[in-house]
């Protein structure tokens, strides 16, 4: 494969232009010269671009990104860093998981409105408390309260 224009790369990246200066001034890509005035790039830029997209994708700021990718293009990484990002990546999967059960719930719950619900009431004091991050809510228990004031019960929605 021949060497390829700024044009070229954002083609087959759906990376902007824009953004590829941004990395090149950052130090995580390096053009290999110029044809008139458009930067060229060794066709090895859409492999390290593939490693910056998976980097962000997987939250790593751009700083961290740059440590992990050396000048010759061949990546550097940390195996601590990494496990570390995905426990916090299995955190956040929980965290998500408990508010989409939560919303699940409050979607299907037989209770006239989500606040008469004691099991919504329970999501939100979480939420309220910041403890959806600690520790995700667990099984839901379908409770509504009827008009009566006696609890009915419509099942189970666990975590998926």
Do not use: W
């Not at 010269?33 to 671009?49: K, M, Q, S, V, Y």
């Not at 099942?155 to 998926?160: A, K, Q, T």
């Amino acid at each position: 494969m021949k060497d390829m224009d700024i044009a070229e790369v954002s083609r087959r990246t759906g990376v902007p232009a824009s953004t590829l200066r941004y990395y090149e001034e950052k130090g995580l890509i390096a053009s290999i010269g110029r044809r008139g005035l458009r930067r060229l790039f060794d066709p090895a830029i859409l492999e390290r671009l593939a490693l910056i997209a998976l980097g962000r994708a997987g939250g790593f700021a751009l700083d961290e990104i740059s440590v992990m990718l050396t000048p010759d293009g061949l990546p550097k990484m940390d195996q601590r860093r990494l496990d570390a990002k995905a426990n916090e990546l299995d955190n956040t999967i929980r965290r998500l998981t408990a508010i989409r059960e939560a919303l699940r719930h409050a979607a299907r719950c037989p209770a006239a409105r989500p606040m008469e619900c004691p099991t919504f009431r329970r999501a939100v004091r979480l939420a309220g408390a910041g403890r959806f991050e600690v520790a995700p809510i667990g099984p839901f228990k379908a409770e509504a309260v009827s008009v009566t004031g006696r609890k009915r019960k419509s099942g189970d929605v666990s975590l998926e």
